[in-house]
């Protein structure tokens, strides 16, 4: 398989990953920074976190590795959490914004 293809893949699971306190995904709210996929199917994402101190942070992270890690041709999923630059709500994508009334 593709590393594109794994990356669109794991795109449409980071899809399936909310914040418990907010009604959109990871993804959409611009939370993850990165994706690399390495040719031995070593998955590395950066992502960071609405606010530094969100209650949810390990739930989320936990979250994401297991499902970027049952991608087909992903052998394992390293999370690494990042707080620069630091996250706003223009990182958000339209739906996002749509969804959470900032349009």
């Not at 070593?42 to 970027?68: G, H, S, W, Y």
């Not at 999370?79 to 630091?86: H, S």
């Not at 996250?87 to 339209?94: G, H, R």
């Amino acid at each position: 398989m593709e590393k594109i293809e794994i990356e669109e893949k794991i795109v449409a699971m980071l899809k399936t990953v909310y914040d418990p306190e907010i009604p959109v995904n990871v993804y959409d709210l611009g939370l993850i920074y990165k994706i690399d996929v390495s040719d031995s199917g070593e998955a590395a994402l950066d992502m960071t976190l609405t606010a530094p101190n969100c209650p949810a942070a390990d739930f989320i992270m936990e979250d994401i590795r297991q499902k970027v890690e049952s991608v087909e041709g992903v052998n394992s999923a390293t999370i690494n959490l990042v707080f620069e630059p630091e996250w706003d709500k223009d990182m958000m994508s339209e739906e996002a914004k749509l969804e959470l009334g900032f349009l």
